[in-house]
């Protein structure tokens, strides 16, 4: 048997939103990410601890704490 494994890394685009509304939605879409292959689906870190995986290229996600994040 042989595996071949994709070892490629996907170029990932979520944008830039500079700064944002405190306990306001905001839309994060990454739909500018590309991969050699397909992209199965979106692990987001929204970098204050909660995390979200999802099939589609875009989430809502609401910080409730000012900061500066990286996502």
Do not use: C
């Amino acid at each position: 048997m042989i595996t071949v494994r994709d070892t490629t890394p996907p170029l990932v685009d979520a944008g830039n939103y500079g700064a944002i509304v405190e306990n306001s939605p905001v839309n994060l879409d990454a739909s500018g990410s590309h991969d050699n292959v397909a992209i199965a689906d979106y692990q987001w870190d929204f970098g204050d601890g909660t995390f979200e995986n999802s099939t589609i290229p875009s989430v809502v996600h609401t910080y409730t704490k000012p900061g500066v994040y990286m996502v």
